[in-house]
C-alpha cells in the first residue's frame, strides 16, 4: 500500500518559502544543508572518504555549501568546486560560503586535479531557478561529473532539468547530472517524476524540512492554478478496497462490454476483456467489430480459446439499455464506418464510458465526435499516448510533452472527462464533476496527479489495452471516475513493477503477465484491515 504526497511547481514552492518566513522560519537553507549531508553520509559509509561539492552561484549553491561544512566537520574530505563570485551570491547562500571559509574550506576552479579521486559527487549547482541550458563551465562540471564513475547526489533537482516538466534543457552528458540519489526539499517536483527527469533523477528521498504544514495549506490553494498536485497513493481510492462479501454474486461484480477487437486485431480486444475479468467483474461481454469477412482476412472467433469466461458478441448486440455497467471502446477498433458508427453509439450511451486507442484517433479526426465527448452526461475517461493526445489537441507531440500538465489538464477540460496522459509519470486530470454525489464535495476540476508505479518493462504491444480492461472493471463495479482512474493506473504500474521483482522484465515483459500480476496484487489490496 502506499501513501499520496503532494507535488509542487514552482510556483507552488516559492509560496510556500513566502510562508514559511513569514512565520519566522528564516534557516531553510540550513535545514536544507543538513539532510543533504546526512543523506551524503548514509550514501558514503562512516569510513573517511573524498566528496566532491559542485556549489552554483544561486541558492541551491547555498544548500552544497551548508553541506559541505557538515560534511567537513564530520571528518570527510571535501572538496569544493565553485566558480561564482561570491560577492553576487544570495544573501543566504553568500552566508553559507562565508561559514564555509571560515572552517578554512577553500573552492576550486574547474576542473579538478586530474589525480583526486571521488567517492561521491554532490550537485548543488542549480535547482528550480534554471530556466535555460547550462553552459561553459557548468555544462563542463556536468559532463565531468556524470563520467566520473562515482555516485552522485543531486540537491532537490538533478542540474539541467527543468523542475516543472522533468525534460533536458540541453543534450548530451553535458545536459544534466545523471544522479544516483536525489534529495529533494519541502515537497516532490514534477521535474523528478516524468520525461528525463525520471532517468536522471535516481532514487528520491524527501526532506520537508520541518514546513509540511505550510506545503499543505499552499497545495490545498494551488491546484487550480496548476501550482499543486499529488502522487498517486493508494490512499486515494481506499475506500473502494473491501473484501467481497460472501453473499456476493455475479450480477454484484459489474458487467463490462469491451467493443474494439476488428479483423486483425481482435488480440487487442481480448487482452482488455481478460484483464477485465480477471480484476473481478461479473460478466465481460467482447464485442468485435466487423465479421472478418474481408478478402483475405480471418473470421472473428467464435469464443476465446484461453479464456473461455470472455462472452464474445457482435459489437452491435451491447448497446440494449442497462445491458452493461460500464463500457471500454477503442481497443483494436479500426477506422471504418462501422467503428465510427460504434462510437457515436457508445457516446449516446448512458454507462461509464473508457475511450483508449482508436477512438481516440476517431475523436481526433472528427470535431463532431470530440462535441458528442465533451457533452456527455455519464462518466467518461480517456487514456491517450502523447501521439494520441496531440491529435485531440491539435497540436505536436513536442508541445504535448513540454508541459505534460497543462496538456493533461486541457484534454479533461476541453472534453469535460477524466484524463491520463501516459508516459514516464503518467498525469491524470480531472474535468468537472460529473454526478450530484460527486459535484455535492468541492469543485474536482482543475486537479491532477503523477503516477510514480510503472517501469520500462511496460513500453510493449498490449499494456494499454490491459488498462482499459481494467477500467472498465473498476467502472463497472461503482468507482467514481476518479478513483478509477487513480486505482487501475497505479495498479497497472504495481504490478509491472511486481513483475519485474520477480524477474519478469523489464525485457520481455508481456501485458498478459501484467493482467496475472494486478489480479494477485489487487487481491492483496482488498484484504488489507483498515
Known sequence: MTTSQPILRSSALRAVETRAVEQGITDLMQRAGL?????ARRMLGDSAKSVLVMAGPGNNGGDAFEAACHLKDWFFRVTVFFNGDAAKLPPDAKRAHAKWVARNGH?????????????????GLFGIGLTRAPVGVYADAIEYANLLGAPILALDVPSGINADTGAFYGKGDRAAICAARTITFMALKPGLLMLDGVDCSGEIELADLGVSANIDA?????????GAGRSVGTDLFSKYLHPRSRNAHKGDM???AIIGGASGMTGAALLAGRAALKLGAGRVYCGLVGDGGEAGSAPNPAFDPDQLELMLRPAGSLFEPGFVDSMVVGPGMGHSVEAEDLLWRALAA???????????????????????VAGRSAPTLITPHPGEAARLLGRTIAEVQA???????????????????????S??????AKTAASAAGSAKGGRWFINTSGNPGMASAGMGDVLSGMLGTLLGQGWDAEAAMLGAVHLHGCAADACVAEGRGPAGLTASEVTEAARGLFNKWNQVVR
Open 35 to 39: 539532510a543533504a549531508a546526512e543523506c
Open 427 to 432: 498525469v491524470i486530470a480531472l474535468g468537472e
Open 218 to 226: 499552499v497545495a490545498a490553494g494551488r491546484g487550480a492554478d496548476q
Open 254 to 256: 459489474g458487467s463490462v
Open 350 to 372: 448512458p454507462a461509464p464510458l473508457v475511450l483508449d486507442a482508436d477512438a481516440l484517433n476517431l475523436i481526433g479526426h472528427d470535431p463532431a465526435l470530440a462535441k458528442a
Open 107 to 123: 573552492t576550486i576552479a574547474f576542473p579538478p586535479d586530474p589525480y583526486l579521486k571521488f567517492d561521491l559527487v554532490v550537485d
Open 403 to 425: 508541459d505534460r500538465i497543462a496538456s493533461a489538464l486541457e484534454l479533461a477540460k476541453r472534453f469535460n472527462c477524466t484524463a491520463l496522459l501516459k508516459g514516464a509519470g
